[in-house]
């Protein structure tokens, strides 16, 4: 039986997309659970968003890295894409902006992601 489990589990295992599609789906409820909540609800809203900036801060730095085989274009847009979710998730802290532009970007790189199926984004 343990070995029967073991061999499911090992045949299931996601590829690198499957897996960024799965994680950007984690943190993108995160952030549409951080805004629902009430704003004095701090610490959700915060981790939501500190979650979603450390997603995209690993995603540019391994653009950054020279032996990344994306094109160069889309390499500079998910650096600039990662600059710009920096820059509003501090003004969503501050209670400046609101999070729907962070959830929709995730949506569209979660569709850019999705298996062909048609899986739903978050």
């Not at 950007?24 to 968003?49: C, N």
């Not at 400046?96 to 949506?107: A, K, Q, T």
């Amino acid at each position: 039986m343990m070995l029967s489990a073991y061999s499911q589990a090992s045949t299931r295992t996601e590829t690198p997309r499957e897996m960024e599609y799965r994680l950007f789906g984690q943190v993108t409820r995160a952030l549409m659970h951080a805004a629902s909540v009430d704003p004095s609800d701090v610490k959700t809203r915060i981790d939501a968003l500190d979650w979603n900036r450390r997603l995209w801060s690993v995603l540019a730095t391994d653009c950054a890295d020279p032996s990344n085989q994306l094109n160069n274009p889309v390499r500079a847009q998910i650096i600039s894409l990662s600059l710009f979710v920096g820059r509003h998730s501090s003004a969503v802290m501050r209670g400046e902006e609101g999070f729907e532009p962070l959830i929709d970007i995730n949506r569209a790189v979660m569709q850019g992601l999705a298996p062909q199926g048609g899986q739903q984004a978050a």
